[in-house]
């Protein structure tokens, strides 16, 4: 765990071997009531929850001056993107609960957040990140005049947000691109400020070239402006701000299922860890099924989430997804996981293709949190195919909502669960409209129409990858995969085993069961 005096509490220490380092921001539930405000901007509302906020006042800083903080950077966002952060709309949906066969107790509810800043919910994960570099140089644990820079690896809704973010805060960011990026998005970058460095795909090199250019750039001392819980664990945080919500207007009414679109996985893992934190401060009767959606093109989560249920007991759960295993088998399964992370987790062999081209990642990044959720709740991956992302946007855009593809990944999904009959028609199910269409109407209607061509496209190429047990990675030294016989390489990082940082009514630490070595509960 970082030190308390570590202003970018960041990134574990240690990543870089086998393990599935990531930093896991966690809440005293016992010592802290869910927030009852009705503050419009949730980083003011829910700011209890939030790790900047108990560095704050552990340093001496008062509620007021706080919320003055927030109030200051809501201005400066409205400033720059004409629109700041406030609570999304929540709404039953009465044609996709009658078109999806719902009865009138249950149907769909979409979270809708294709006016957020930036057109998208992107922005919320890197909002609480520049929330924390504002707080820690405001507490003097940095010095506005040696700002490093900022640096993110995305294409589209994640580099727009970081962009706009990025300038209200007055920091400067670097956005490594992949070569194809839409023109549209980079002249939109550069004109928020930001320095933007296309990434060319190079033959035989596996993974996402703009992330692999990302990580070198972070290696140089630039601070991780990302949505990727593995480079910066408190990016999720910002994200949690969505279940926040959602809890809160559900108003102590239950939801049953909960379906959300996944690429990188922070979405998901923030949803996923804001609804658990808001089911233990009590204000959800329970936590929703989880179930994830990717597309065909490019499915690493629903791979991995397969080989972690191999691995746990058979029994009833084996039949079929019919609810929760044993938390503490879950818990061995993923510990397991967590120290072999390549036996789970690799980039996809392919570069993948979809129309929904915000899930595409290579890698989930934020994997473990996720599988353990959809574990814990009973939930399950989705593989949707081109014509049922296609068909959940044409149904979002007539239920009144332009969303991009990706946006409404999340409805497709639903819509392969009720025709399997794994959601039923009197339960309550929230999917989450993420992202604006940009294209215009005419444009996006050739690209629904041409990803029959897609399909087909690929379809020639063969089987997707995928299937086959991967062998374990040459080499790999059993030591080091179980996190031994290393030191943490970054300045001022205590030796493990004193490892502590606890101040307020939150921690930092990594995911339960981890690994062994520098994971450590607080005492
Ligand atoms: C609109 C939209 N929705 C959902 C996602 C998926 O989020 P995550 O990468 O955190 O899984 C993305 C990612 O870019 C996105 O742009």
Known sequence: ????????????????DDVDHVLVRVLDTAALRFPGGSEPDPFARYRSLMHAYHLAIAAGLADREYTALIEALGRSVAAVDSRRFQVTPLHRSAPLSDRLGFSPRGGVWIKDETGNVSG??????????????????????????????????????????????ARAGGRRLRVFVPADAQDAVVARLRALGSDVVPCPREPGQPGDPAYLRLRQELVAGAVPFTCQGSENGLAIEGGQTIAYELATQLAGTAMDHMVIQVGGGALASACA???????????????????????????PLERAYERVRATLPAGEHDRAHAGPWPADDIERALATAARHRSDYMWPWESEPRSIATGILDDETYDWQAVVGAMLTSGGQPRVVTEDRLAEANELGAAAGIPADPTGTAGLAGLLDLR????VGPDERVTVLFTGARRLPSAHLGRLLLGHRVLRLTLARQGPRPGGGRRPPPAGRCPARAAGSGREPRRRGWPPRRQAACRAGRRTLRHRPGAGPGCIRRPP
């Open 419 to 422: 025709q399997a009959g794994a």
């Open 120 to 165: 998208s919910h992107k922005g919320r994960h890197l909002m609480g990140l520049l929330i924390h570099l504002e707080v820690a140089e405001r507490i003097g644990l940095t010095a506005a005049a040696d700002r490093p820079d900022l640096a993110i690896a995305s294409c589209g809704n994640a580099a727009l947000a970081a962009a706009v973010v």
């Open 273 to 299: 860890q804001g609804l658990r934190e808001a089911a233990e401060l009590g204000a959800i009767p329970l936590v929703p099924r989880l179930h994830t959606v990717q597309t065909s093109g490019a499915h």
């Open 1 to 16: 765990m970082p030190p308390a005096a570590e202003p970018y509490p960041f990134r574990c220490a240690y990543a870089g």
